[in-house]
């Protein structure tokens, strides 16, 4: 995945523009992809939702300022979601456990091998003052956190409810248009008087 990622030429770029005071804007998948830009949460996020669908256990940790992907290498989850201790995190790391790798080595240039994403992201897991928190996204998954939809997917059913209705909703309208002209189909039954009906 690492290198998968790199051979897309993501070149990284700064924070887009907010106005919020706290938080910060994510590019989508599909803008990073399109544009090839992206921050270093930006690209956490593309490699957490990448190692997702490949059905593995992906975290983000996130310092003051900066954010980097991790994954669990074992069945195991952090059970309240999010983790603020960077010494519990170091534990685990040191027992193989889990995986850190920096997102911004990965999108620089020259292309910086995944050993060396790995040992800026356990350095950057050595500042315990800079040190936000961690994100254990199966467990968020669970305490009914979603993943954005595709915004692709979004515009293509807006495109289609634009154009109007389907073909077969289109035959049923027309069917029902043509019956409220002619009126509704009557039937001549002589009763016993002679009257029609």
Not at 58 to 75: C, M, N, S, Y
Not at 114 to 133: H, M, N, P, R, Y
Not at 155 to 163: C, L, N, P, Q
Request: include cysteine; charged fraction near 20%; proline fraction near 6%.
């Amino acid at each position: 995945l690492y290198e998968t990622l790199q051979s897309l030429g993501i070149s990284y770029i700064g924070v887009p523009a907010s106005f919020e005071n706290v938080g910060q804007k994510v590019r989508l998948v599909d803008a990073i992809l399109r544009e090839s830009l992206g921050n270093c949460l930006d690209v956490s996020v593309l490699v957490a939702s990448c190692l997702e669908q490949m059905g593995l256990s992906p975290l983000i940790a996130i310092q003051k300022g900066h954010a980097f992907p991790g994954v669990w290498l074992v069945d195991e989850r952090f059970h309240e979601g999010v983790v603020y201790d960077a010494a519990r995190l170091r534990t685990i790391l040191a027992l193989g456990n889990i995986a850190f790798f920096d997102s911004s080595a990965m999108v620089s240039e020259p292309r910086v091998p995944i050993q060396q994403a790995e040992g800026v992201a356990t350095e950057a897991l050595s500042k315990d003052a800079a040190f936000l928190c961690a994100v254990d996204i199966p467990v968020a998954r669970r305490d009914r956190y979603r993943p954005l939809p595709l915004r692709d997917r979004l515009e293509r059913a807006a495109s289609t409810s634009s154009d109007g209705p389907s073909p077969a909703i289109q035959a049923i309208l027309d069917e029902a248009a043509q019956e409220k002209e002619s009126g509704p189909a009557t039937s001549d039954v002589k009763n016993a008087g002679g009257a029609s009906t």
